[in-house]
């Protein structure tokens, strides 16, 4: 299965924008969504899944619970399942790409193949 960038659904909120590409529509184990960051984003705390971002470009000041640090493009921010998480870009766009793994509440169907045979991951 193939999703374009124009099957993604948008979300926008105060300095941030993201494009979710593999919902719960699509999986109830993972999700992977593209992220845009602008300027400050609020504490929040996440309840559901454990997260990870790798960075694709510019830089972000991010708080992982209590540990601070400057991320850039190539990096990447592993937050744990209920951790406080809160970022600020220090560049003009920080984009980056999210990917939230989530515990199965029932049980997962096999992967479907694509079309050169491969099994998706």
Partial sequence: MFIRSQDATTRK????????????????????????LKGPHPKSLNTKSDRAYYILEGTANVEV????????????????KNTHIQSRATSAICSSILRRLIAPTKSTPSLPQDTAGLTLE
Avoid at 14 to 23: A, G, H, K, P, S
Avoid at 65 to 80: C, F, H, K, L, N
């Fill in 65 to 80: 619970g209590s540990t601070q640090a400057e991320v850039r493009a190539g990096d990447a921010v592993y937050i744990p």
């Fill in 13 to 36: 909120g105060d300095n941030v924008e993201i494009r979710n590409y593999v919902t719960s529509a699509l999986s109830d184990t993972m999700s992977i969504a593209a992220v845009d």
